[in-house]
């Protein structure tokens, strides 16, 4: 196991954001976290590595409960793709290359160059190498955040929406390599999704919020239509085509 997450509550100003949210992630899983908009989804995210801390509960990363490690601990531990990606007057290669500062002691190693190399080859991001980010579209950003985020070697990696950017093409690249990576080295993976379509066809399992606690948590064998209108509101239909899973969605209520 990987990721344990005891009886979280997050508060925000007296509202209670998330309760009692408790789950397991274990080696080589990818788990999507799917739900309406401002059900708790970044927050539950952020709560993982500490950007936010919870008001009460235990999260557990690789065995350790996460209040006793320090940042650099946590970094090393826990790689982070956010929505939205800072920019400023760095090229790719050194942005990315930024993701290895939890391993760098004193200075950048024959490794860590190596590191960086080869996920800009299996992202088939070469032809950015020498690009400014501050020149880049919203979906080259956000594959330099993946691609920090993959070179920090991290136990699990925490994706807030990590193909909201990218067009159809990239998404599969994107979340295929994702998928590879996971199941290579025995990592997991954890990622906020609007997309169910591509939810169901990446990930292991699926947690769906609603307002502010699970609602449920399983497979795709377990998850039925009412759950998703009991979610989202609007009936869906489930099948598969071509044997990938998908969803279609219904008329919404007037």
């Known amino acids: 196991m990987i990721l344990n997450v005891q009886e979280l509550n997050f508060l925000y100003r007296n509202h209670d954001v998330l309760q009692n949210v408790a789950f397991e992630v274990n080696h080589g899983e990818i788990v999507a976290i799917l739900g309406p908009n401002g059900v708790g989804k970044t927050t539950m995210l952020k709560c993982l590595n500490r950007i936010l801390k919870a008001n009460k509960g235990h999260i557990y990363l690789d065995g350790s409960e996460i209040k006793t490690l320090d940042t650099l ?53 070469e032809h950015l190498r020498l690009s400014y980010i501050d020149e880049m579209s919203g979906g080259e950003l956000q594959k330099i955040a993946i691609a920090r985020a993959l070179v920090q070697e991290p136990r699990i990696l925490l994706l807030d929406e990590p193909t909201s950017s990218l067009d159809l093409k990239n998404q599969v690249e994107i979340l295929s390599t994702i998928v590879d990576i996971v199941r290579e080295h025995g990592i997991a993976a954890i990622m906020t999704m609007h997309d169910l379509n591509q939810a169901f066809r990446y990930a292991d399992r699926f947690i769906f919020l609603k307002d502010g606690n699970i609602h449920f948590h399983g497979n795709f064998n377990d998850v039925t239509p009412e759950i998703i209108e009991d979610v989202y509101g609007l009936p869906v239909m489930m099948g598969s085509v071509g044997g990938v899973r998908c969803i279609v969605p219904g008329t919404a209520p007037a």
């Open 73 to 125: 601990e946590i970094a090393r531990r826990a790689g982070y793709v956010p929505q939205r990606v800072e920019t400023g007057r760095f090229t790719a290669f050194d942005a990315v290359l930024l993701g290895r500062r939890p391993h760098i002691t004193w200075d950048v190693s024959e490794r860590d160059l190596r590191i960086v190399d080869a996920i800009f080859s299996r992202l088939s991001m």
